[in-house]
């Protein structure tokens, strides 16, 4: 990543604080790739986020890092006193947006949200929700959506200036699914030596199309070789899942939150990303670098973000995705195709460098700089 010289003309260095939640594996590799490229240009960067955030090791990104504790009250007091004297604080996803405007209400700092995925809600919740989106939405100087239906989704809740923002995340240094040794073994392990296997990587969370993707694992059953599909990720419904699995002896291994998926998915033979909505999918983005045949759902930023590197499917609909993933097992031509396609659609999205220019563009914007 190119860098810019320090500040000049006895000026001290841009101070900004980037305020993230519990970390998503998305929104968290953003903000350590962030925070690599304004230090990297210059500024003073602070990050507060949840304990959990420190795996991404922000230190290592020569950033302070603030640990925030699950009390709202406590977290605000924390994000009020680091940004004392900030010359912008940077909130990322909605949690986080809350809390930084009410740490900065009575203060000029200019405050910038990016909302990286939207929250689905239902009941008495989804008028919660409303209510922080409209509260982060008007306390931001500017809001950045990750795609342009949260950009809309912004404007809506009352955002004085919502942009659509480039969110770039780490090439994979290395090919791994060049490497037959890499593939075998992890083929091994997971007992997918002899059969297809298949990867999806995410929340055990409502909303995330479990039940469809596991409706469509019933039909795989009927494949010779019958696939193995992992599933790898943790959440509150991981209980639930474990037992449709075992009650209905699917062919699917829960494996967790796992820190090697690069490894996963070069030893998977197809990709599968069932979600109900996603902006910029991280396992989309990832198996296209990897150049792994992608399934996924047409939905929210899913179309632009692939074009035509992918199959796509609507969503819940789990005979065409189970049919659309059998195609793919049966035809190594189509497979190649979208494997050269995927790295050139890759090749096409913003990069680091242009997502750390933009955002420092903003800064520069906002603080008078």
Same mark, same amino acid.
């Given at each position: 990543?190119?860098?810019?010289?320090? $500040?000049?003309?006895?000026?001290?260095?841009?101070?900004?604080?980037?305020?993230?939640?519990?970390?998503?594996?998305?929104?968290?590799?953003?903000?350590?790739?962030?925070?690599?490229?304004?230090?990297?240009? *210059?500024?003073?960067?602070? #990050?507060?986020?949840?304990?959990?955030?420190?795996?991404?090791?922000?230190?290592?990104?020569?950033?302070?890092?603030?640990?925030?504790? /699950?009390?709202?009250?406590?977290?605000?007091?924390?994000? &009020?006193?680091?940004? @004392?004297?900030?010359?912008?604080?940077?909130?990322?996803?909605?949690?986080?947006? !809350?809390?930084?405007?009410? @740490?900065?209400?009575?203060?000029?700092? $200019?405050?910038?949200?990016?909302?990286? %995925?939207?929250?689905?809600? @239902?009941?008495?919740?989804?008028?919660? #929700? &409303?209510? !922080?989106?409209?509260?982060?939405?008007?306390?931001?100087?500017?809001?950045?959506?990750?795609?342009?239906?949260?950009?809309?989704?912004?404007?809506?809740?009352?955002?004085?200036?919502?942009?659509?923002?480039?969110?770039?995340?780490?090439?994979?240094? +290395?090919?791994?699914?060049?490497?037959?040794?890499?593939?075998?073994?992890?083929?091994?392990?997971?007992?997918?030596?002899?059969?297809? !296997?298949?990867?999806?990587?995410?929340?055990?969370?409502?909303?995330?199309?479990?039940?469809?993707?596991?409706?469509?694992?019933?039909?795989?059953?009927?494949?010779?070789? =019958?696939?193995?599909?992992?599933?790898?990720?943790?959440?509150?419904?991981? $209980?639930?899942?474990?037992?449709?699995?075992?009650?209905?002896?699917?062919?699917? !291994?829960?494996?967790?939150?796992?820190?090697?998926?690069?490894?996963?998915?070069?030893?998977?033979?197809?990709?599968?990303? $069932?979600?109900?909505?996603? %902006?910029?999918?991280?396992?989309?983005? =990832?198996?296209? +670098?990897?150049?792994?045949?992608?399934?996924?759902?047409?939905?929210? *930023?899913?179309? /632009?973000?692939?074009?035509?590197?992918? =199959?796509?499917?609507? +969503?819940?609909?789990?005979?065409?995705?189970?049919?659309?993933?059998?195609?793919?097992? /049966?035809?190594?031509?189509?497979?190649?195709?979208?494997?050269?396609?995927?790295?050139?659609? @890759?090749?096409?999205?913003?990069? =680091?460098?242009?997502?750390?220019?933009?955002?420092?563009?903003? +800064?520069?914007?906002?603080? *008078?700089?």
């Amino acid at each position: 990543m190119s860098s810019t010289p320090g $500040p000049s003309h006895g000026r001290p260095p841009l101070h900004a604080v980037q305020v993230l939640g519990s970390g998503s594996a998305g929104s968290g590799a953003h903000v350590r790739s962030l925070a690599d490229g304004l230090v990297a240009r *210059g500024l003073r960067v602070t #990050v507060c986020g949840a304990v959990s955030a420190q795996r991404y090791g922000f230190a290592e990104a020569g950033t302070a890092f603030v640990p925030l504790m /699950d009390s709202n009250a406590l977290s605000v007091a924390a994000i &009020r006193s680091v940004s @004392a004297g900030a010359d912008v604080v940077h909130a990322h996803g909605l949690r986080s947006g !809350m809390l930084a405007a009410l @740490a900065l209400r009575g203060r000029s700092t $200019p405050l910038v949200v990016t909302w990286h %995925a939207r929250v689905r809600a @239902a009941g008495a919740r989804s008028h919660l #929700v &409303r209510l !922080m989106e409209r509260q982060a939405a008007r306390a931001a100087s500017v809001v950045l959506g990750a795609s342009p239906d949260l950009v809309d989704r912004a404007r809506t809740r009352g955002a004085r200036d919502a942009r659509l923002a480039p969110v770039a995340l780490p090439a994979p240094p +290395y090919a791994p699914e060049e490497d037959e040794h890499v593939r075998f073994k992890a083929r091994a392990e997971l007992g997918a030596v002899a059969r297809p !296997m298949l990867v999806t990587v995410g929340r055990l969370e409502p909303g995330q199309g479990h039940g469809p993707l596991l409706d469509a694992a019933r039909i795989w059953r009927e494949l010779d070789p =019958e696939p193995l599909l992992i599933m790898a990720g943790e959440g509150s419904e991981r $209980p639930r899942i474990q037992r449709r699995i075992e009650d209905e002896q699917l062919p699917v !291994m829960l494996v967790g939150r796992r820190d090697d998926v690069p490894e996963l998915l070069a030893a998977a033979d197809v990709a599968i990303v $069932p979600s109900r909505w996603e %902006a910029r999918s991280l396992l989309a983005q =990832e198996a296209l +670098y990897a150049g792994v045949p992608l399934v996924a759902t047409s939905v929210g *930023g899913i179309p /632009d973000l692939v074009g035509d590197a992918a =199959e796509l499917v609507p +969503y819940g609909d789990a005979a065409a995705l189970a049919a659309a993933v059998a195609r793919l097992l /049966d035809d190594p031509f189509r497979c190649t195709q979208l494997s050269a396609e995927g790295r050139r659609q @890759a090749a096409t999205w913003p990069t =680091e460098d242009d997502t750390v220019a933009h955002v420092l563009s903003v +800064y520069d914007e906002l603080a *008078g700089r």
